[in-house]
């Protein structure tokens, strides 16, 4: 696949932009790349060319990511943080996030986050930052 061109990549930033403020809302890759002035096929490519992985990847991991700042709050069931995020069906949501984190969404919200607390929220996003395509370490076999 071929890089992107400077116009396509401005589109793409755009859409990604997007995607990082707006991970709540209803979006789907053929919304995006009207947006972006692509087809949704060129648009998936030259996302995935720029970006690393697939705008759908991207919106997930940005969800997951938000809800793992939620859960750690903890004064919101799992239901409301799947919502929350912008996630309509709980079993894909909890599924997704924990391919992702390693853990089921409960287990990471039961689990203590006092550790990080005092650790700055531009730091412990970047050390929090959901991996993706199942990159979370194998569970601990009891």
């Known amino acids: 696949m071929k890089r992107p061109d400077l116009d396509d990549l401005v ?5 990604r ?6 991970y709540a809302e209803p979006l789907d890759v053929p919304a995006l790349a009207r947006d972006a002035l692509m087809s ?7 996302f995935r060319a720029a970006y690393g992985e697939t ?24 239901t409301e943080v799947c919502f929350a995020v912008g996630c309509t069906s709980l079993g894909s949501f909890s599924s997704r996030f924990s391919e992702l984190v390693g853990e089921s969404p409960s287990a990471y919200r039961a689990r203590n986050h006092d550790d990080g607390a005092a ?10 930052r959901p ?8 569970a601990a076999r009891s």
């Open 17 to 22: 932009d997007r995607i990082d403020r707006d």
């Open 119 to 128: 650790i700055p929220a531009c730091i412990a996003k970047i050390h929090t």
């Open 40 to 46: 949704a096929g060129h648009f998936s490519r030259s």
């Open 131 to 138: 991996v993706r395509n199942g990159e979370a370490p194998p």
């Open 55 to 78: 705008p759908y990847s991207y919106l997930m991991t940005r969800r997951i990511e938000r809800a793992k700042a939620l859960l750690r709050r903890g004064d919101l069931s799992v």
């Open 11 to 15: 589109r793409l930033r755009r859409a």
